[in-house]
């Protein structure tokens, strides 16, 4: 297994920085997920890597060896691009088995790597069919087993579902989360969508404007997200975000409409604090409690899952909450909020964290003891 390193990589078209002097390393034997919008970078940066663009400036490493002046071939990578890259005219069985053969394997080893990988990819059946009477994501499959069958140390896919069904998008995804799950290579992965992201990924390598704003296990990406952008790009929809929530150089103990008890900050910062919360850990009762807020119910709409996701305004304040479908039917004009303190994160005015986190004070004068 080889690690992937690059060092200082940058990449210019014209006055455009596609890659913006990235130095980082992913690991060996891991699956890193490249993730972000489009145009932020995440495909040039593979592409460098696989060696299909030359870099501005800046080193690509593969363990010890430096590969940036290195052709593809000479590289000895697997990839699997957007579209299905196959061999017509010939079946599933002799498209995976070509590069083997050209490794000069013995037909037990061939036969053994083919048999693996069609069970891994659930291809048996199709093993024997021809290219032409398969549809998109059948096809996808056989690049995939193509390049796995091969044994290299690193395989490199470029948004490989992006362009099937969705029957075939679900299928393949369960596919891609067991080859991933029981392979020993280093694995990148390209992909804008977060789900495949979340599902498949050792690590996530967060993208924006060439750089990588966050690289994190995809829990952590998502329960504590570095940035305004981490928050706003992962989620469905993304965090809430309250503006000039306090200012950072606050001292002492004070009070919220979000909250039920009076806060302090653990920590100083410059300037005004946004508070960051996602909508599924906002709780919503129908009910008053000691620990929520009074708050109007504006809006209800069902979601993924059966949820609901109900828009709530708290005094000047309008969050998002998802909930369980029972409790979105128990819910009228009125509802009780809680936000966890554990679950808020704050951001600075640069849209970064500062170091600083909220707590509940401990204030007689705000929070008198009965």
């Not at 398969?134 to 992006?162: C, S, Y």
């Not at 966890?340 to 964290?353: I, M, N, Q, S, Y």
Request: some cysteine; charged content about 25%.
């Amino acid at each position: 297994m080889l690690d992937i390193r690059v060092e200082n990589l940058r990449k210019e078209f014209g006055s455009v920085v596609a890659v913006d002097d990235l130095t980082i390393t992913f690991p060996a034997g891991s699956t890193t997920c490249l993730l972000g919008p489009s145009g932020c970078g995440k495909t040039t940066l593979m592409r460098m890597i696989a060696g299909l663009e030359t870099p501005t400036r800046g080193e690509v490493y593969f363990g010890d060896r430096c590969v940036t002046k290195l052709s593809t071939r000479a590289r000895n990578i697997g990839m699997v691009f957007q579209y299905p890259v196959v061999y017509r005219g010939s079946n599933v069985r002799e498209n995976i088995e070509l590069p083997l053969r050209a490794e000069k394997l013995s037909k037990a080893e061939i036969d053994r790597r083919i048999d693996e990988v069609v069970d891994l990819l659930e291809m048996r059946h199709a093993v024997d069919a021809s290219i032409e009477e398969l549809d998109n994501g059948t096809r996808q499959k056989v690049a995939v087993a193509r390049a796995v069958a091969r044994r290299p140390q690193i395989i490199l896919f470029d948004e490989p579902i992006t362009n099937v069904d969705i029957s075939s998008k679900l299928q393949l995804k369960r596919a891609l989360k067991e080859l991933v799950t029981r392979l020993k290579q280093t694995i990148l992965y390209v992909t804008h969508d977060q789900t495949e992201a979340m599902t498949l990924a050792d690590q996530i390598a967060l993208m924006k404007d060439g750089r990588i704003v966050q690289y994190a296990p995809p829990r952590e990406l998502y329960d504590r997200p570095n940035d305004v952008f981490g928050g706003w790009f992962l989620g469905n929809p993304g965090m809430n975000f309250i503006e000039n929530f306090v200012n950072g150089s606050q001292q002492g103990a004070f009070t919220s409409p979000l909250f039920a008890r009076p806060l302090r900050l653990d920590g100083r910062a410059a300037g005004p604090l946004t508070l960051g919360v996602r909508p599924e850990h906002v709780r919503v009762y129908p009910a008053p409690r000691s620990d929520a807020v009074p708050a109007r119910v504006l809006s209800r709409a069902i979601v993924v899952g059966g949820q609901q996701l109900v828009a709530l305004q708290v005094a000047d304040f309008v969050l998002k909450a998802k909930v369980a479908a029972d409790v979105g039917r128990t819910l009228t004009q009125e509802a009780w909020v809680h936000v966890p303190l554990e679950r808020v994160t704050l951001f600075g005015a640069d849209g970064h964290k500062p170091g600083v986190a909220l707590q509940h004070a401990v204030d007689e004068s705000l929070h008198p003891t009965p």
